[in-house]
C-alpha cells in the first residue's frame, strides 16, 4: 500500500466555537463539519467539494477558511485515489487533481499555521504524486513528506494518521546510505498509530475503523521478520480481511482496502 493511501481520517476533537466577532463574522456550523467527516466516512466526496464551495463564499475568518481548505484537499486527494484505482483517471490528470488539491493545503497553511492537518494533507498529496510518477520522484520526495508528517506532530503529537504516514515511510525506503527506511521505527510508528486511532475510535472522534492501519502494521512486522512478527502479522492481516469481508455494504476504501489485504496475504502464504 502506497504512502499516500490514506483511509478516512478521525473528525474534529470538538466542533469550532461558534463565535461571531462583532457581529462581522460568521462561523462555521458545527453541524456542518460533522456532516463533512460523515461524507468522508462514506462515499460522499464530491458533495464535500460542493459544500465546501458553497461555505467558502460565506466564511471570512482565517482559520474557518483554513478548516474548510484543508478538507477540500482531502476530498480531491480522495477523489484521484478513487479515480486512480477504478482506472478513471490517466496519471496525467491524477496529478493535476492532486496539483490543485495541495494548493488548498498551502493556502491553509498560511491562513492557519498552528493547525495541524493541513501540514498532513499537504504531506499526502506529495506522497501520492510521487507514487505515481515513479520509484526514483518517490524518493526524492519522501524527506518532504517526512517533513509535513512530522511538523503535522509538532502542532498535533496525537495525530494518528501522520504516524500512520510515517510508518510506511520508514517501510517502504531504503534503508541508509540511500534513504532514511528504518523497520524498527516503522513497527514502532504502526502500533503508535493503532493506538490512537483506536482511542479515538472509542471516544467517538472517529466514525469508521481505520483497517488499513492493521494491514500496514502487518506489513511492516512482515518486512522486519524479527522473533514472531511474520506469525503476528499473518494473524493481523487474516483478522483484518475477516472483518473487511463481513462488512454488507463496504465503501470503496474498504473495497480498496481489502484487494490490498488479500494481495498481502497471497505473497506471504
Given at each position: 500500500?502506497?504512502?499516500?493511501?490514506?483511509?478516512?481520517?478521525?473528525?474534529?476533537?470538538a466542533?469550532?466555537?461558534?463565535?461571531?466577532?462583532?457581529?462581522?463574522?460568521?462561523?462555521?456550523?458545527?453541524?456542518?463539519?460533522?456532516?463533512?467527516?460523515?461524507?468522508?466516512?462514506?462515499?460522499?466526496?464530491?458533495?464535500?467539494?460542493?459544500?465546501?464551495?458553497?461555505?467558502?463564499?460565506?466564511?471570512?475568518?482565517?482559520?474557518?477558511?483554513?478548516?474548510?481548505?484543508?478538507?477540500?484537499?482531502?476530498?480531491?486527494?480522495?477523489?484521484?485515489?478513487?479515480?486512480?484505482?477504478?482506472?478513471?483517471?490517466?496519471?496525467?490528470?491524477?496529478?493535476?487533481?492532486?496539483?490543485?488539491?495541495?494548493?488548498?493545503?498551502?493556502?491553509?497553511?498560511?491562513?492557519?499555521?498552528?493547525?495541524?492537518?493541513?501540514?498532513?494533507?499537504?504531506?499526502?498529496?506529495?506522497?501520492l504524486?510521487?507514487?505515481?510518477?515513479?520509484?526514483?520522484?518517490?524518493?526524492?520526495?519522501?524527506?518532504?513528506?517526512?517533513?509535513?508528517?512530522e511538523?503535522?506532530?509538532?502542532?498535533?503529537?496525537?495525530?494518528?494518521?501522520?504516524?500512520?504516514?510515517?510508518?510506511?515511510?520508514?517501510?517502504?525506503?531504503?534503508?541508509?546510505?540511500?534513504?532514511?527506511?528504518?523497520?524498527e521505527?516503522?513497527?514502532?510508528?504502526?502500533?503508535?498509530a493503532?493506538?490512537?486511532?483506536?482511542?479515538?475510535?472509542?471516544?467517538?472522534?472517529?466514525?469508521?475503523?481505520?483497517?488499513?492501519?492493521?494491514?500496514?502494521?502487518?506489513?511492516?512486522?512482515?518486512?522486519?521478520?524479527?522473533?514472531?512478527?511474520?506469525?503476528?502479522?499473518?494473524?493481523?492481516?487474516?483478522?483484518?480481511?475477516?472483518?473487511?469481508?463481513?462488512?454488507?455494504?463496504?465503501?470503496?476504501?474498504?473495497?480498496?482496502?481489502?484487494?490490498?489485504?488479500?494481495?498481502?496475504?497471497?505473497?506471504?502464504?
Open positions: 500500500m502506497a504512502i499516500y493511501d490514506i483511509r478516512p481520517v478521525r473528525a474534529l476533537t466542533a469550532l466555537a461558534l463565535v461571531l466577532c462583532a457581529g462581522s463574522l460568521e462561523a462555521i456550523d458545527a453541524d456542518l463539519l460533522r456532516e463533512l467527516e460523515r461524507l468522508h466516512e462514506g462515499d460522499g466526496h464530491e458533495e464535500i467539494l460542493e459544500r465546501i464551495d458553497s461555505e467558502l463564499e460565506r466564511v471570512t475568518d482565517a482559520t474557518e477558511t483554513a478548516e474548510l481548505l484543508w478538507r477540500r484537499t482531502r476530498a480531491e486527494l480522495t477523489l484521484a485515489d478513487f479515480g486512480l484505482w477504478r482506472g478513471e483517471l490517466s496519471d496525467r490528470e491524477a496529478i493535476a487533481m492532486l496539483e490543485g488539491a495541495a494548493s488548498h493545503a498551502d493556502r491553509a497553511t498560511s491562513l492557519a499555521p498552528d493547525l495541524a492537518d493541513p501540514y498532513f494533507w499537504k504531506g499526502a498529496t506529495v506522497g504524486r510521487g507514487q505515481i510518477r515513479g520509484i526514483l520522484n518517490s524518493l526524492f520526495m519522501a524527506s518532504d513528506v517526512r517533513d509535513y508528517a511538523q503535522t506532530l509538532e502542532r498535533d503529537p496525537d495525530h494518528a494518521e501522520a504516524h500512520y504516514m510515517l510508518g510506511q515511510l520508514y517501510r517502504e525506503l531504503p534503508r541508509w546510505p540511500l534513504s532514511f527506511g528504518d523497520r521505527r516503522a513497527v514502532d510508528y504502526g502500533r503508535r493503532i493506538a490512537l486511532h483506536e482511542d479515538d475510535y472509542a471516544e467517538g472522534r472517529v466514525g469508521v475503523p481505520y483497517y488499513d492501519f492493521y494491514t500496514q502494521l502487518a506489513a511492516s512486522l512482515w518486512r522486519r521478520n524479527a522473533g514472531g512478527d511474520r506469525d503476528e502479522a499473518l494473524s493481523l492481516l487474516r483478522s483484518t480481511i475477516a472483518d473487511l469481508e463481513a462488512l454488507s455494504e463496504p465503501t470503496t476504501r474498504q473495497r480498496m482496502e481489502l484487494e490490498t489485504a488479500r494481495e498481502f496475504l497471497a505473497d506471504w502464504t
